[in-house]
């Protein structure tokens, strides 16, 4: 199993930038992806972006094409997602997730392992 707890969450304004991280833990000899979800107030959670384990293959939602870089140091098992151009639609909790599969990265059902979330609010 793997337990995630992220970080780097906060309050910005429209235009700026944050970066967020997620350490794993656990059964890390084994090789495993990692992904952003985010979740907006009164909205469904959704994908953000993903990286496979060699961090050679990334993904990201239209949204964040061009804003947002997810990133991955295995050495720290740390995943890492950039982001900037902030837009106040933005504004969500964003979850890291991780998975032992290496296909679908993009979907949420994917996911086995989640933490618990970190709050990026982004005013206009």
């Known amino acids: 199993q793997l337990q995630l707890v992220e970080s780097g969450g906060g309050l910005v304004q429209a235009g700026g930038s944050l970066r967020l991280s997620c350490v794993a833990s656990?059964?890390?000899?084994?090789?495993?992806?990692m992904a952003w979800f985010r979740q907006a107030p009164g909205k469904e959670r959704e994908f953000v972006a993903a990286?496979?384990?060699?961090?050679?293959?990334?993904y990201y939602a239209d949204s964040v094409k061009g804003r947002f870089t997810i990133l991955r140091d295995n050495a720290e098992n740390t995943v890492f997602l950039e982001m900037n151009t902030l837009e106040p639609e933005d504004t969500a909790h964003y979850y890291c997730?991780?998975?032992?599969?290496?296909?679908?990265?993009?979907?949420?059902?994917?996911?086995?392992?989640w933490g618990q979330g970190t709050r990026v609010t982004v005013s206009s």
């Open positions: 990286v496979n384990w060699s961090g050679f293959n990334t």
């Open positions: 656990g059964r890390t000899s084994d090789n495993f992806a």
């Open positions: 997730a991780a998975t032992y599969y290496k296909v679908f990265l993009t979907r949420q059902g994917t996911y086995a392992y």
